[in-house]
């Protein structure tokens, strides 16, 4: 899901010092976190719905063939993590588009205060916004029915078609996840574009807070009776260590 920010930094800025490493986490079992299933399921798959229509959108304002077929595949696997979804509100006696209609409009206001946004920040967008929203879903998972977390996890998992065993080779060794993807277009684009990085590490760090409402959203409905802020707050500690480490694969400062 791509939650759309409309706070621009300057173009010209000095390069970002290194930040300090981050200190050790207090991890938070997330078996104790229990969402609502159907509710769970529609915001997860309509969050994938919204990574495939970005990936879509890259895909046709992409520069070159080659970036518009590795995204292409990412887009691939973001709308089979959102049918996989569908499937399972449907298994559970759901109707999918009106579970998820709660959460459209959101969506649709971040998606409209991004519209300024170029190629690079797009892609910087998706990178960030499903990466951590991936992330913590699949954790969050762990508090549902066990096969249904099983199966859930599953999904949500962003791996490389050759990492997820039997079955895999059918869908061709390209085909990669969007984080994979991403990442490469990115890393080739900074390497190329002296001051690129300085503009993406600002963008980034402007998308964290409107990402980290919609998990705090998700995460205020499974919170158990009388557990307060201060003790789920290690949650978003470790999305935004994972945050940290994903900028860092770009040599962005997060």
Do not use: N
């Not at 300090?20 to 915001?43: I, N, Y």
């Not at 969050?47 to 691939?76: C, D, H, N, Q, R």
């Amino acid at each position: 899901m791509v939650l759309w920010s409309g706070r621009r930094g300057p173009r010209d800025v000095e390069r970002v010092r290194p930040r300090v490493a981050p200190a050790a986490l207090t991890r938070v079992d997330f078996t104790e976190l229990v969402p609502e299933p159907v509710a769970f399921l529609g915001q997860a798959a309509h969050i994938e719905l919204e990574a495939f229509e970005s990936l879509a959108k890259a895909v046709g304002t992409a520069p070159t063939l080659g970036a518009k077929e590795g995204l292409s595949a990412a887009a691939g696997v973001a709308l089979r993590k959102h049918h996989a979804l569908i499937a399972e509100l449907r298994r559970a006696g759901a109707e999918p588009v009106e579970v998820m209609a709660p959460f459209t409009p959101v969506t649709d206001r971040f998606r409209g205060a991004v519209a300024r946004a170029d190629w690079y920040e797009l892609l910087l967008t998706i990178y960030v916004t499903t990466g951590m929203l991936d992330d913590f879903f699949a954790r969050l998972a762990a508090g549902l029915p066990h096969e249904l977390a099983g199966r859930v996890r599953v999904i949500l998992e962003d791996r490389g078609a050759g990492e997820r065993g039997s079955g895999a080779g059918e869908r061709g060794a390209g085909e990669r996840g969007a984080g994979d993807v991403l990442r490469r277009e990115l890393e080739r684009a900074i390497a190329e574009q002296p001051g690129l990085a300085d503009r993406l590490a600002l963008w980034g760090r402007s998308l964290v807070g409107d990402t980290m409402l919609v998990a705090r959203s998700a995460l205020r409905a499974a919170e158990p009776p009388g557990r307060g802020d201060e003790d789920v707050e290690p949650v978003f500690t470790e999305l935004i260590a994972e945050h940290t480490r994903r900028m860092d694969a770009l040599g962005l400062t997060a």
